[in-house]
Nanobody, 125 residues
Framework: QVHLRESGGGLVQAGDSLTLSCAAS????????MGWFRQAPGKERQYVSAISWVGESKYYTAPVKGRFTISRDNAKNTVYLQMNSLKPEDSAIYYC??????????????????WGQGTPVTVSS
């Protein structure tokens, strides 16, 4: 089973950028499609973006489209989420998740098999 660990979160100001990383271990990342989700206090986990196993297909939800970029480096067993023009409403704990359906592009939480522990992002106004 793959194990996931996110990093790169922090406290930034509105308009700043952050790049989150999700490092995989225990199994090749290329076995999985990957998703990024986020969860703000008191709110449900929200789908952010997904990328297929070789990276040829990507999906972004409306709140982040045009500002966030998902990418992956299977040789480094790492998935990234580049976040630009951050807004206070982007503040949340960000989670990466893996699904063995390697071309999966959807945001159904239960369809993802493995989750990281999350990394917090706080955007001040």
């Amino acid at each position: 089973q793959v194990h996931l660990r996110e990093s790169g979160g922090g406290l930034v100001q509105a308009g700043d950028s952050l790049t989150l990383s999700c490092a995989a271990s225990g199994r090749a990342l290329s076995d999985y499609a990957m998703g990024w989700f986020r969860q703000a206090p008191g709110k449900e986990r929200q789908y952010v973006s997904a990328i297929s196993w070789v990276g040829e297909s990507k999906y972004y939800t409306a709140p982040v489209k045009g500002r966030f970029t998902i990418s992956r480096d299977n040789a480094k067993n790492t998935v990234y989420l580049q976040m630009n023009s951050l807004k206070p409403e982007d503040s949340a704990i960000y989670y990466c998740a893996a699904t063995e359906n390697r071309n999966y592009m959807y945001g159904k939480v239960s369809d993802y098999d493995t989750w990281g522990q999350g990394t917090p992002v706080t955007v001040s106004s």
